[in-house]
């Protein structure tokens, strides 16, 4: 590569130079223009040769060859084999080791390698080294955030003009990789841990037996898993608090190899729901849901038909203030209040032109209604359908009788039969919220405004209750207040499945639903608390995201809000860097293979030739041009 310093006084030279050159040139052309022209071409080239001679040593001039740099990246569980392998192939090349890597042989082993670099962030290596050609990552690689950050380094760099990228041979671990779980559950809820086993590839015949422990130290189940298969296990959120379940996977030929990790939950007590009951009579199903909505602290209203006109009013954890509010029931005002309206199809059907107009626009506004269907009043449907009703057709099933069946929603599947109506439910564009194991939907929702409105086909749910199985009764009808109910805040965090590990002393990402630009963010934890920065670029009109770094093991509480009343809080468990190791590095190698893709597709590095042009050789040639231009001058003078 030439270096030419042109600048101030320097161009002056130059433009003298070159000007002074075509002048003389031209006088040796006129004055040798009765000569051959072998000659008069030697001249002309003689002046142009001592010229740049005079040039390059007035302003300095040396050339070298772009040496190609050679980096071999460190990271989390390095290979001592690679590394070895590495300092054979290449003597040259430089060692850069990533915050983690403090190992005392790493440091042993490359001690012969002179001095070393140490990075804290791998946004510093373009900065230590701007002209990387050739980048070899030894160990795990890197994560999402770190390639991020690394990225941007290079987002103004042509693909073929960034570092080739290379990575040592992956050697996986035993262990649980492919996790999953809910981050946060509510009392009575029902979730699902999953996951996949990682076994030895020498090996891939072994046994595996994998058993979960509640927080209680109590087995809740075990599985016997081959190399590569999927497991997943069922949890029920009985007790409030931040728990961990433990997971311990074992040899079933070597129990002596054991391998123990934590799942961490949060369970929190659902937000009090206000409901109303309009029922044409009395039932069983209404009862017991106001003793569960009772219990947890909810309100309820309920108005149950005894004549043409009257109804009788049942009134649970209302406030005299409350009360005053609600007294006309089907009105703006009180439908405002409520989240929650569960009403029966012939219920439905006498509510006045006017009740009609402030339900529908109470739904408009985000209240949430369940329609109890009824046998006899099915036929009746299409004819007495409101317009909120939209698309969803109601048809009497053809069978005769309509056996129990087993049901499920969300995650969950009864292991008991549950009795429903003898009908079809239909719509195009809805959801199916509880179906039976066939598919056959019971619970169909769609949106209308801002509110949702569904159909039920069950109205035994309370028989969960008598037979001995509470916790699905509850599970159900969270289930449905979760999928139906009016939104308590607009602000909802999108990351409350765990997919990855959240880990210490790294930085995290969370995003939050709905948010606006000035939702602030907080992050509590046991030993401080402050705000965080949001990004400021929305990922799109709705999410919002927020990066956080725990400095340590434990708790964290985040919390998103807009203005003083919207907010959404979720805690996290941050871990140790030495937990979930192995699905930390099938992520990071997983990320690296995606990543080095955008990098250069060179696959060798070219040898290292330098060459410095001394200024000696510029004296020789201005000499040797000046000594035959004198002794030219002399022949033709002489």
């Known amino acids: 590569m030439s270096h030419w310093f042109l600048s101030g006084f320097n161009i002056v030279i130059v433009a003298i130079v070159l000007i002074s050159l075509l002048f003389t040139c031209a006088l040796a052309l006129k004055r040798l223009k009765q000569n051959s022209a072998l000659r008069r071409i030697s001249v002309v080239v003689l002046n142009i040769v ?27 569980n390095a290979d001592e084999q690679a590394i070895e392998a590495l300092q054979l192939e290449d003597e040259s090349l430089h060692w850069v080791l990533l915050n983690t890597q403090e190992d005392k042989w790493i440091k042993t082993l490359l001690s012969a390698q002179g001095e070393n670099t140490y990075i804290e962030d791998i946004a510093q290596l373009p900065l230590y080294y701007p002209d990387i050609s050739h980048l070899t990552i030894l160990g795990d690689g890197l994560s999402s955030n770190e390639w991020a950050l690394l990225n941007a380094q290079y987002a103004g ?20 990789v492919d996790m999953r779980w809910p981050a946060q559950l509510v009392v009575a809820e029902s979730g699902q841990i999953s996951g996949r086993v990682q076994g030895y590839i020498a090996s891939p015949s072994t046994l595996y037996k994998l058993s979960l422990k509640d927080p209680f130290d109590q087995e809740i189940e075990s599985v016997l898993l081959s190399d590569n298969e999927a497991f997943s296990f069922d949890i029920s959120a009985d007790v409030l608090g931040q728990w961990k379940y433990s997971l311990t996977l ?48 909810g309100k309820v209203l309920t108005l149950t038909k005894i004549s043409k006109n009257k109804d009788i009013r049942q009134e649970i954890n209302l ?77 009497t099933n053809n069978d005769e009788t309509q056996p129990a069946e087993y049901l499920r929603w969300d995650q969950q599947q009864l292991d008991v039969p549950l009795s429903s109506i003898n009908a079809n439910i239909l ?23 801002q509110g949702k409105v569904a159909v039920s086909l069950i109205n035994t749910s309370y028989t969960l209750k008598t037979q001995g199985n509470a916790d699905l009764h509850s599970q159900y009808w969270q289930w449905l207040f979760s999928q139906i109910s009016r939104t308590k805040s607009n602000l909802q965090w999108k990351e409350n499945i765990i997919t990855s590990p959240i880990v210490a002393r790294e930085t995290q990402r969370a995003c939050v639903l709905n948010a606006a630009q000035n939702t602030q963010f907080n992050l509590t934890q046991a030993l401080a608390s402050g705000p965080i920065a949001a990004n400021e670029q929305l990922l799109d009109v709705n999410s919002l995201c927020v990066r956080y770094s725990p400095q340590a093991a434990g708790w964290y509480n985040l919390t998103a809000t807009n203005g003083e009343t919207d907010s959404a809080s979720i805690a996290y468990f941050a871990y140790e860097q030495t937990q979930w190791r192995t699905w930390q590095q099938s992520i990071r190698y997983r990320i690296t293979q995606e990543n080095k893709q955008h990098y250069s597709i060179k696959t060798t590095v070219p040898p290292t030739r330098t060459l410095l042009i001394q200024a000696l050789w510029f004296w020789a040639m201005l000499l040797a041009a000046f000594s035959m231009l004198w002794v030219e001058r002399k022949q033709f003078f002489g």
């Open 50 to 76: 001592a010229c740049f001679s005079l040039l390059a040593l007035v302003l300095g001039v040396s050339y070298q060859t772009k040496e190609p740099l050679h980096i071999a990246l460190l990271t989390q």
């Open 157 to 176: 760099i042509e693909e073929s003009s960034r570092p080739v990228i290379q990575t040592a041979a992956y050697s996986p671990t035993l262990g649980l």
């Open 319 to 395: 406030s005299e203030a409350d009360k005053i509010l609600v007294n006309d029931a089907f009105s703006e005002q009180a439908l405002g209040f409520f989240d929650f309206l569960i009403i029966d199809q012939l219920a439905l059907s006498e509510l006045s032109a006017a009740q009609n107009v402030a339900l529908e626009s109470a739904i408009k506004k985000g209240l949430g209604v369940l329609v109890q269907a009824q046998t006899q009043q099915i036929p009746k449907w299409q004819s007495e359908k409101k317009n909120w009703l939209r698309d969803i057709v109601l048809t």
């Open 250 to 297: 074992t040899e079933r030929s070597k129990p002596s190899v054991k391998i123990e990790e934590q799942v961490a939950i949060q369970i929190i007590n659902a937000a009090p729901v206000k409901i109303m009951i309009k029922q044409s009579a009395p039932s069983f199903e209404s009862k017991h849901l106001q003793i569960l909505v009772s219990e947890t602290g």
């Open 427 to 449: 719509a195009p564009n809805a959801k199916q919220v509880v179906s039976t194991q066939n598919d056959r939907a019971l619970v169909l929702t769609q949106e209308y405004g």
